[in-house]
């Protein structure tokens, strides 16, 4: 009877600390995208009557449609390119037992342990010693480095889960390994390799700490661009270009969603 009771209390409790989880994670978002379409010039909430100025402003913007241009440009670049190095080195990681496999695979993740800021101070000093500095292929091999781990780890955990009988069926009937990776692994790993572009590509399109050392000159990314924007002044038009923000983050996690299924995106 007192088990019952105390299981009663602590569901409730969970239910309660759940929701106030999601609320948290949910309510800025709320609020940043109700005032983005407030008709007044300062940003207030709950907003002062209802415009869609702000959103036209951001459409008249140069300076952010070339920056919002940008960051999906890099974003998508990034995540192609993260994908092709992640799913090779996942594979060689997950399939072969070679020496400094561990550190290899410490290595491929060792960005997710540094600091942003020492990561793009080091990057930074790097492409200067290189040549990149300043350059769209410096800023695009940084937001490379920063998606890598995340590719990595997502198809190392789908490889793990893989049914590798499936694989060994295909080469029993002298199947090559080419004929293997291109009819049985890959399609079966389209779930993991969504759910790995889409982390890289929110990843890469919402970084802020290394796109500051490494966007300079021409290349400023759309979160920069926010953050110098902020830095001036605070009116509604930031609220608009979050809220845009937002929207395409959404949309990339519902149309990976649509396409291989809810369990393979959490």
Known sequence: ??????????????KLVRALVYLALILPAVIVVATSFTSGDAMRFPPTGFSLRWYYAFWESSLFIDSLTLSLKVAALATVLSLLFGFAAAFAIERHDFSGRELMRGFMLSPLLIPAVVLGLGLMQLQVWIGLSQTFLGLLIGHVVVTLPYVVRTLSAGMVLFDRNLEQA????RATPATVL????????????I???????VTSFGNVSLSVFLGAGGNVTLPVQVLA???????PLVAAVSSVVIVFTLVA????DRISGPKSII
Do not use: H, K, N, W
């Open 1 to 14: 009877m007192f088990g019952d009771a105390v299981g009663r209390i602590m569901a409730a409790v969970g």
């Open 170 to 173: 295909a080469m029993s009937l």
């Open 182 to 193: 291109r009819t049985v692994t890959i399609p079966l790993l389209v779930p993991a390799i």
């Open 195 to 201: 759910s790995a572009g889409v982390f890289a590509f």
């Open 229 to 235: 924007y902020v830095e001036q002044t605070v009116d």
């Open 253 to 256: 996690i519902l149309i990976a």
